[in-house]
């Protein structure tokens, strides 16, 4: 029995890359105590935010942690 494959749109791309977004920023948010509103709004400034919704990158496929990695690594790199 073979499977047939799919190719994942453009919209189920963008939904997990809102997904892994909201994730990672919810347990970000709670570990800085600050709201989420304002993690997000800094988070929507980044780099890493643009690279997570160009879906070429593929970073929506990874989870929170990684995408947190990523974030913490450029907030590093900045300050």
């Given at each position: 029995m073979t499977e047939s494959v799919k190719e994942?749109?453009?919209?189920?791309?963008?939904?997990?890359?809102?997904?892994v977004m909201r994730c990672m920023l919810l347990d970000f948010s709670e570990e800085k105590g600050i709201p989420f509103e304002?993690?997000?709004l800094a988070f929507t400034?980044?780099?890493?935010?643009?690279?997570?919704?160009?879906?070429?990158?593929?970073?929506?496929k990874e989870g929170p942690?990684?995408?947190?990695g990523l974030y913490e690594e450029e907030l590093n790199t900045v300050a």
């Open positions: 994942v749109s453009s919209e189920q791309k963008e939904a997990s890359a809102i997904t304002q993690a997000m400034k980044s780099k890493t935010y643009d690279d997570l919704f160009d879906l070429e990158t593929d970073i929506w942690e990684y995408l947190r």
